[in-house]
C-alpha cells in the first residue's frame, strides 16, 4: 500500500480551501462541486477536501493505491468492508476498517485528474 493523499471530510469546503490556502496549498483541482485537490504549486495533490456527509461519518485518513482496487477487494474477503468498491469522482474507491475500527480507504485514481487537475501523478501504475 501507497500512501497517495490525505481525505479530509469538511462541512464547508470553500472555507477550509481558503483556510489551506492561507497554510501554503493551493487548490489543484475540483473533481466534482463536493471535492478538492490541494497540493503545493505545481506538484501532486497532498490533501483531498470532500463535503459528504457519509465520509464525514467515517473520519479523516490516509487514501492508499494498492495496484488495483477490484483485485484488492476480492483477493481479501476477510477484511472489514465498510464500502465494496464503487466508482466516484476522484476513481475507483473502496473502504475498509482495521483492527481498531480506523477507516482505510482505498483508490485507483481516475486518469482524467492529471489532466483536469492540471498535474500527473506518478502514485499509480495502470495495469494492461
Known amino acids: 500500500m501507497k500512501l497517495l493523499f490525505?481525505?479530509?471530510?469538511?462541512?464547508?469546503?470553500?472555507?477550509?480551501?481558503?483556510?489551506?490556502?492561507?497554510?501554503?496549498?493551493?487548490?489543484?483541482g475540483w473533481p466534482d462541486d463536493d471535492t478538492a485537490l490541494l497540493g503545493p504549486s505545481g506538484g501532486d495533490p497532498t490533501i483531498v477536501l470532500i463535503r459528504d456527509p457519509a465520509e464525514a461519518a467515517l473520519g479523516c485518513g490516509g487514501v492508499y493505491d494498492v495496484g488495483d482496487v477490484d483485485t484488492f477487494f476480492a483477493d481479501h474477503p476477510e477484511l472489514d468492508w465498510l464500502?465494496?468498491?464503487?466508482?466516484?469522482?476522484?476513481?475507483?474507491?473502496?473502504?475498509?476498517?482495521?483492527?481498531?475500527?480506523?477507516?482505510?480507504?482505498?483508490?485507483?485514481?481516475?486518469?482524467h485528474?492529471?489532466?483536469?487537475?492540471?498535474?500527473?501523478?506518478?502514485?499509480?501504475?495502470?495495469?494492461?
Request: hydrophobic share 40%.
Open 83 to 111: 464500502i465494496a468498491p464503487v466508482s466516484g469522482s476522484l476513481g475507483r474507491y473502496a473502504v475498509f476498517a482495521d483492527r481498531t475500527g480506523t477507516c482505510i480507504r482505498l483508490l485507483d485514481p481516475d486518469p
Open 6 to 28: 490525505e481525505f479530509r471530510p469538511v462541512e464547508h469546503l470553500e472555507a477550509s480551501v481558503d483556510y489551506y490556502r492561507g497554510l501554503g496549498l493551493d487548490p489543484l
Open 113 to 128: 485528474l492529471g489532466s483536469a487537475a492540471g498535474f500527473t501523478s506518478t502514485l499509480y501504475a495502470i495495469a494492461g
